[in-house]
C-alpha cells in the first residue's frame, strides 16, 4: 500500500511539473516570458479589472514578479497601469490596444486549447477532475500548515 501511495504521488507531481513545462515551452514559442503569458491569462480569464495586489492574491503570484513584469509591460505599450480611486498604491492593470493584439494572437490560443482539452472530459470527468484537485490541494494545504 504504502509503495502504491508514493507511486501515485510521483505520477502526481510528475503531471503537475509536466503541465508547467508545456505552459513554459508555449510562452517561449511565442516570444512570451511565462509571467507575461500569464498575466495576459490571468486578466482575460479573471473577468474583472485587476489590481496588482488582486492579481497576485487571487491567482498566487509573488509580488515582487509581478511588479517588474507590469513595469516592462507598461513600457512596451502592452498594458497601463491605471491608479485606484483613494488608494495611490494600488493600480489597476488595463490591457492596452496593442497588449489586446498580442493577447489575441498569443494567449487566446492557450485558452481554447485547455477549453478544448477538457471538453474531450465528460462532464462528470470535469467535475470530478476539478472536485478532487480541490481537495487535494486542501488536505495538502492543511497537512503543511501543520509542519509550520
Known sequence: MENKIKQQLADYNKISKESDILYHEYAIGHALSDTTLWIFYSVIQGGKNYTQRELCSDWFFPPQTINTALKALERKGLVKLLTCEGNKKNKYIVI?????????????????AEENAIMKMSEEERDTFISLTIKHEALLKEELEKLN
Open 96 to 112: 492596452t490596444e496593442a497588449g489586446e493584439k498580442l493577447a489575441k494572437e498569443k494567449v487566446f490560443p492557450v485558452i481554447k
